[in-house]
């Protein structure tokens, strides 16, 4: 039977969940616009005042926010509460430039637990569950955003951190963890490292797991989900929205539900900045309406998804959106071709190859080239020439048929590739070197 955290928004009338954003967002505006400075001559350059914003039909009238409005108030810039109410502060540096921080009030914490709280429970756990929480605990929101879910739940809360994956499969055994929480990628990882001690998943508890922080695909799910013996759920969240539990899947794993009481989507073109109808693909636009240290409205998250409002046959009206399919500056263009490193991923995953692998994109003589460099297991590495040689083909001409242009591939020794205890880094850009 589906269980749910909070049912009365979780399941509500989707009439109840609109009345409640708009009396939501109203309050947002107001706030933001009497106590951000930033915030109050932006509109005010876009000629909006509070008064304008009645409902969530008058949310694309307000401007949008961007990584950069963040760094440019650096690093309490756009607190809506003065810093002695802010309890916690968490940032992100992503891969480039100035990182960004956001800042929590008791309630916001309050709240963030409730969101992570509602992804938990729809995989399964509750108070009788050991979670293991193998996010990174410190400035990133993703170890102490699934402990305060995990705290809020009555799970017995086992705050592992990453790295250091012997001990992690020691935890796993003793505590009998039955809930993991961490990155895809070091699932893969920690994976490996269990059947490099000579165990398998019947020696270990797991039973469900909630990853997310990075773009993994269905093909990722099923080895994660093979080799752990557990049922993978995605997460989605983002420092600048509150952390993880922005969106968490339910059992029917068709797309994430977004915790719309708390977070508005919108569905945009990226170039235009024109909101999209609903099914078309574009960026994902977030409004928090409910935090109080930091609000944010129309965040141009730069993630690409889609959202749908069909019903949903675990019973939450809460809109879903899709595994995210890349970012806008993700997004590689090679030789005037879009590339997603997800494609990539699908191909490589559907013909067997493990998770380890890397695209390094050059430009030599103004000519781009893609190479895909993945590992191969190590049976199929004592091979003879001819046998790598094939093999390499069969994947060049399965990669060129979804791409649309040529990639090299280089199979590589088992481990060559550095193995991430967080966020997996599966692009090299050489090009960007250049810039
Ligand atoms: O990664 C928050 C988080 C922690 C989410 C733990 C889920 C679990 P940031 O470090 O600010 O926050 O990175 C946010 O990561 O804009 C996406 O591009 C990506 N991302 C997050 N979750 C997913 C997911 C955390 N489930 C950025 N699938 C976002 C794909 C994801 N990408």
């Known amino acids: 039977m589906t269980r ?56 694309d009238r307000l401007p949008f926010s961007y990584k950069q409005d963040l760094r440019d108030t650096y690093p309490y810039g756009l607190l809506a509460v003065p810093l002695r109410d802010v309890v916690r502060l968490h940032a992100s540096s992503g891969t480039t430039g100035k990182q960004i921080v956001a800042g929590y009030t008791r309630r916001d914490l309050d709240i963030w637990a409730d969101c992570c709280a509602r992804a938990l429970t729809a995989a399964g756990c509750d108070e009788n ?25 009555g799970a017995t809360t086992v705050p592992v951190s990453s790295g250091n994956t012997q001990r992690q499969i020691t935890i796993l055994q003793d505590f009998g963890s039955t809930i993991l929480c961490c990155t895809p990628s070091y699932a893969l990882h920690i994976a490996e490292v269990l059947h490099q001690n000579g165990l398998t998943k019947d020696d270990i508890h797991l039973k469900a797991g909630i990853f997310g922080a990075e773009p993994w ?22 420092t600048e929205i509150i952390g993880p539990g922005v969106a968490f899947e339910c059992g029917e794993q068709t797309g994430m539900h977004i915790n719309e009481d708390h977070f508005i989507v919108e569905v945009i073109d990226p170039e235009t ?20 240290a930091f609000p944010i409205l129309r965040y141009r998250t730069r993630d690409i998804g889609v959202i749908s409002r069909g019903k949903c046959a675990c019973g939450r009206t809460l809109v879903k959106m899709s595994k995210p399919r890349g ?7 090679v030789r005037g071709v879009n590339v997603f490193p997800s494609q990539i991923e699908s191909v490589l995953l559907s013909l067997g190859y493990p998770a380890n692998y890397r695209i390094v994109v050059d430009r030599k003589a103004n000519n781009d080239s893609i190479e895909v460099q993945v590992e191969i297991s190590n049976d199929v590495f004592s091979d003879t020439v001819r ?40 692009v090299i850009d050489k090009r960007k070197l250049l810039d």
């Open 4 to 59: 749910y955290y909070q049912p009365e928004i979780e399941t509500a009338p989707r009439e109840t969940i609109r009345a409640l954003q708009s009396e939501r967002l109203v309050d947002a505006v107001r706030r933001i616009y009497n106590n951000v400075p930033f915030y109050r001559e932006k509109m005010q350059r876009a000629g909006v005042t509070p008064d304008d914003i009645r409902s969530v039909d008058d949310l």
């Open 129 to 153: 569950d050991v979670v293991h929480v193998s996010y990174g605990y410190g400035l990133f929101t993703g170890g102490l955003g699934a402990d305060g879910g995990a705290m809020k739940l």
């Open 217 to 238: 695909t269905n093909e990722m799910r099923r080895q994660i989900e093979e080799q752990l013996g557990l049922k993978a759920f995605d997460i989605y969240g983002l």
């Open 273 to 292: 900045g024109r909101v999209l109808p609903e099914g078309e693909q574009g960026e994902l636009v977030f409004s928090a309406i409910t935090k109080e």
């Open 327 to 333: 970012r806008t500056d993700d997004m590689l263009i």
């Open 387 to 426: 046998g790598l040689t094939d093999r390499g083909r069969q994947l060049e001409d399965a990669l060129k048929s979804l791409l649309g242009i040529a990639a090299r591939v280089k199979l590589l020794e088992p481990g060559t590739i550095e193995r991430s205890t967080g966020k997996a880094v599966r």
